[in-house]
């Protein structure tokens, strides 16, 4: 699913398999090396990918699926728990990626398939507690700092 390589004591190097969904790779990483709080960055080439929008006004999700060949321009994201999973990283993640027409598209990554390449950063907040709970407010899984 991926290789690594630890570049320093809380931070880590991942190169994806091709084909692999990237939010399960992360979350198995997660998982593997005890990591329930962190970030996640990275670029690479995708060729299927749900993203998903939240309208602020009825907060309700739009999920929207591409099936084409993108190179990640970006993905930026982190990780924390929800009290009800706590052995589970809780991912968070927002990703653009450009189309053959140098368009971009994105939005928070609910899935995406590698094509190429993906490229991560995984930094270990080690020791850290963060707890999401749900904001009826915003409709959001916030921090509960």
Aim: charged content about 20%; hydrophobic content about 35%; aromatic content about 12%.
């Amino acid at each position: 699913m991926y290789k690594y390589t630890q570049v320093s004591d809380f931070k880590y190097v991942l190169s994806l398999d091709n084909h692999v969904e990237i939010c399960s790779a992360i979350a198995a990483f997660c998982e593997e090396m005890d990591i329930y709080a962190g970030s996640v960055s990275g670029i690479g080439a995708i060729n299927e990918a749900t993203f998903r929008f939240l309208d602020p006004a009825t907060k309700q999700y739009v999920d929207k699926t591409f099936n084409e060949q993108m190179e990640i321009t970006n993905l930026t994201g982190n990780f924390s728990q929800k009290p009800d999973e706590p052995m589970s990283p809780y991912l968070h993640i927002h990703i653009t990626a450009s189309r053959r027409d140098y368009t971009c598209v994105g939005g928070h990554l609910l899935s995406a398939r590698v094509n190429g390449a993906c490229e991560l950063i995984v930094e270990d907040f080690y020791d850290a507690v963060l707890e999401r709970v749900f904001d009826p407010e915003t409709g959001l899984n916030l921090y509960k700092l």
